[in-house]
């Protein structure tokens, strides 16, 4: 075992974030993802725990009830973070001609200069066996190498989704199963199932669902769901959940392809109220409307014990910038699922400044 080799196992044992050990062995983030692959070649066992400011570290697994434990999908969070931003955006295409990857990169651009760290995309990676429009790319295994190749990279955003039914084509056609695949070669992609993936965040959920012929939509106990498919944003509160169609950040059934900003706030680790601002990635920054809703009451939520946080201070991974989150207020008023519009002279008020 090579003396690198040995000091990897060993800055894992003590916790350090990926980011951390690349910075000690003075490697590349894609040079320790290698080296990991290799030691989990070998046999050693690892789990991935990833956080709320884009920092992922990998747990060496020590026992049999570790290793027969069902991994879940958990954003861990600080102690004092109240407020949690991300970006969501949905059918991608890669491989059709009406593919938009400049607006893709211009997406990360804006996670970077606003502190977003967190990515959900919501299906259809590819454009898979079966297309609309012209495809650029045919072949399945091509397109999953142009999506591991080409979608954007930054150290500091994890990107977390779904695969879709044009995800599922390739599976069906060649048996190219995307999320393995994924899992291979960037760790940054974190892609939980066909159909349906719940994402964890403190006591509370997001499900990122995209339409599978066959399939259906979990309906746990996720107050928002975050959907793929239709290429068109649409928002629906319906019982205790919020429905959000995210739209296709691709030319296809998309005269003006967009993203998504949600702004979550929480109140003793649930959701309480959510923010929505759909976003233009043209020349400028385009903020195309923007909505608010309160998720608390009728959800029958127990306030207590937090789960992501007290794994986080067993982790002992103080990597965020506190200052960043602000304290929400204890007086939150109305937790009504009731959608407050801005009026149109507010929305320029907002958006000017005045």
Known sequence: MSDQTTQLIQLLKEKKTCNEICSILNISNKQ???????LKNKGFLLKQKYYSNGVISYKPIFSIKELNEKQQLNIITSHKETEFRCLAISDLHFGSSLERLDLLDKAFDYCINNGIHIIFCCGDLIDGTFSKTQQNIEDTFLQIEHFIKDYPFDKNILTFGVAGDHDKSALQSSAQNIIEIAKSYRQDIIIGGFNNTIINIKNDNILLYHHILGGKVLLPTAPIVLHGHSHKYLINAHNKTLHVNVPSLSDINASFPTAVEINLNFIKGYI?????KQIFF??????LSEAQYNLLKNRNVT??????EEELRKE???NYNETTYQEQSQTEQSYTLQKKRLSQIEKFNRRYGL
């Open 32 to 38: 320790l993802f290698n080296n990991l692959t290799n």
């Open 272 to 276: 309480s109220t959510v923010y929505l």
């Open 282 to 287: 043209g020349e400028k920054i385009y903020l």
């Open 303 to 308: 306030f207590g014990y937090i789960n992501n």
């Open 316 to 318: 002992n991974l103080i």
